[in-house]
């Protein structure tokens, strides 16, 4: 699964979720310029309270960093190692 790529980031309205990713899917299509203009980017999501847009716009880094680790050494707890994969499963 791949998820849409670019920078996100909270939009010019506090209530969403836009991203500078210019191979965003339809992206000429589906956003004109007065919609780049009018949410600040692509928008990946809408109508989100403030607290969730700063979340949604960490997901693709934080599931980068959860991805990222590695337990060969068995250096992370196994109830946390467990946890981890199933965090990853889930947003995936």
Not at 34 to 58: M, N, P, Q, V, W
Request: hydrophobic share 40%.
């Amino acid at each position: 699964m791949e998820i849409t790529g670019g920078n996100w980031k909270v939009g010019k309205h506090s209530s969403c979720v836009v991203t500078d990713d210019k191979s965003a899917v339809d992206f000429e299509k589906r956003y004109t310029p007065e919609s780049l203009k009018y949410y600040g980017g692509a928008l990946i999501a809408e109508s989100c309270r403030k607290a969730d847009a700063k979340l949604i716009t960490a997901a693709p880094e934080m599931l980068e960093l959860l991805q990222s680790i590695e337990n060969d050494a068995g250096q992370v707890p196994e109830w946390l190692w467990l946890r981890i994969k199933e965090v990853i499963k889930k947003a995936t």
